[in-house]
């Protein structure tokens, strides 16, 4: 079912506001509507704007786990449409050479291919791993390392089986919270945990057609160390029967000054399981 309809996340970088939360190292953020734990990362990390970024990213739910590696370069940091992508040689992460696509059409893109993306690239996370390029249209051929953080392998709620059209949903209650936990990783230099409530408008009219098809979204940037307890106020505007996506995330930055052309380098994992909001 979900899983089967669920496999990646569309990443959409947007601007965002953070407020003062309860917990110690805790900033809730409410008023704007995130989608992906990758934004609001990659917002506290900006520097001076990139002419290039490189992803490499571990996305893990449902039973699925995926590796996203990929490369854009541009002649700069303005109008960075594919038509301004370049070839920039050879782009490797550790042993892993990334393919080279739409060289033709002047839109070259490195990354992997499926099946690809299903196979493990585990030994990139929870320690250094090196940027190697080639060089070429103006990047200089060179390598730098990022510390890539460890895979976080978040606890999972048990199925409860009473939520029709949903066997193998979990629960969580409205008025006792949820105490997510996963691998605390101290090695981060790159800062915090990313804990991401959001409302899925279709599958919550799966479990009652009489909720409102609104939006609803509640992250919480929160201290790397172990655990998180979703309160009820975390929960507060979500509605009773809503089916709420749960993200945790981490990652590592760092930008690469290659000889004058800024490298942004990221590196995230994300782990998602979903639940049930009963009363």
């Known amino acids: 079912m979900k899983n089967k309809i669920i496999t990646t996340k569309i990443l959409i970088l947007m601007l965002l506001s953070v407020f003062s939360g ?8 409410t008023s ?36 996203h590696l990929n490369g854009y370069f541009y002649n700069g940091t303005t109008n960075q449409t594919c038509a301004n992508r370049v070839d920039v040689g050879s782009v490797k992460l550790d042993s892993t050479t990334l393919s080279k696509a739409h060289v033709s059409e002047n839109c070259v893109t490195y990354g992997l291919v499926y099946p690809e993306t299903r196979n493990d ?24 390392d990022i510390y890539t953080v460890q895979t976080l392998g978040i606890s999972s709620l048990p199925a409860t089986g009473s ?27 790159s800062g915090d945990v990313v804990v991401l409530l959001k409302y899925s408008k279709s599958f919550t009219k799966e479990v009652d057609s009489s909720l409102s098809a609104g939006t609803y979204t509640h992250h919480i940037i929160t ?23 749960l993200y945790v995330g981490r990652g590592s930055y760092k930008q690469w000054d290659n000889n004058g052309k800024m490298i942004d380098i990221v590196a995230i994992t994300r782990d998602n399981q979903d639940f049930v909001l009963t009363q």
Do not use: R
């Open 121 to 144: 690239y585990s030994s990139l996370f929870g320690g250094l791993t090196n940027v190697d390029l080639t060089g070429g249209s103006g990047y200089t051929g060179g390598n730098e």
């Open 32 to 67: 704007t509507v995130v989608n992906d734990v990758e934004s609001v990362l990659y917002s506290t990390w900006s520097a001076a704007a990139p002419d290039a970024t490189i992803y490499i990213q571990h996305m893990s739910g449902f039973g699925i786990v995926e590796y």
């Open 223 to 245: 201290a790397n160390d172990g655990s998180y307890t979703i309160s009820s106020q975390d929960l507060s505007s979500f509605p009773v029967n809503s089916y709420i996506e």
């Open 163 to 189: 939520v029709p059209n949903f066997p193998s949903i979990e629960v969580v209650s409205k008025s006792s919270g949820y105490t997510v936990t996963w691998n605390a990783d101290l090695n981060n230099p």
């Open 22 to 29: 309860c917990k110690d190292k805790a900033e809730i953020g």
